[in-house]
């Protein structure tokens, strides 16, 4: 009989929680427009209202803050624009500070132009570099500044909470990647001191094409939806609600609560995971070893060894991995993020991600330990007749 399959591949996509599955199977029922006010529209809005409760929950924020979107990369672009209004302040936020180590989502899906955007660089560690960010506020501009909570292919955290007060010191705002960080640490807006959150259900047991765009005040408004039509989502968001997908979102937002119980056993697992690889490889290197790190998220490289031929003989023995971030999987072009961190160019090209999520289990880490074990000979031998 052949081996199962194990699935280390949760920071590109979860498995969908059983909770959530039955969540959107009954929204499926629902027949009504959420516009509608009749009682099967009024149904679909109270399903979405619910999802929306749940969110705001997750985060500490308050529900009509909440804007439902396709997931993280529109929530991206609707909030990277320099038309968002604070309290009565309208003038256009006159640059965009991004860190080098942004998903792509945010490194491409800004509407500055290009002029007006700043990259700011990170450590060694792959966090951001405080001092860089303090001389780009000096010079006095309102800014916008986008700085993940977490990344998504080394897992390393950031002070947003240090970075939110340098940011509003100097009148600026801050959006936050939390993509990677929902279900893993506490995302609480009022603590980080984050203006936006961007979301995205799949990464946390949802479902793919729901997400959100979190706002942590009354006092912000987007002036330039990139959806104008009917005025759904307080006008951020035109179009007809996806009932469904919103009503997963909601559901595993709702179950993210009890993230700190599943936080401690995920890192358990990944610590697990390494020192599986450590034994197959005693000369692998971990990315981000030395910062904070998501719980679940292991980035290294065996050096010698491309990514490329490590993924396919994993593949081949029933593991999937990852090479970094799903938007470049497949190409294995070479990871901006490791660049970033300088990390020489010939190491970060064997970069191989392994990330757990809330179906892995101890036995999987053990199943991944023998396994390895027979992919780490192999590549010893290839790399001794190289």
Known sequence: MAASRLYLDNNATTPLRLSVRAAMLAAFDLVGNASSIHSEGRAARALIEEARRNVAALTGAKAKNVIFTSGGTEAANLALTPHVHVADERRPFARLLVSATEHPCVLSGYRFASDQVTLLPVTSSGVIDLHALDHALAAGERCTVA??????????????????DKVHARGSVLICDAVQAAGKVRLDMDELGADMLLLSAHKFGGPKGAGALVLGSDRLHIADPLLKGGGQERGFRAGTENVAAIAGFGQAAQDATGWAVEAACLKDLRDGLEVAVRHGAPDMVVFGRDADRLPNTLNFAVPGVPAETLLMALDLDGIAASSGSACSSGKLKSSHVLAAMQVPAELAS???RLSLGWASTWQDVEEFENRFAGVAGKLRKVKSAA
């Open 147 to 164: 700085v993940q909570a977490a990344n998504n292919e080394t897992g390393v955290l950031q002070p947003i909470r240090a970075i939110a």
């Open 350 to 352: 064997g970069a191989i």
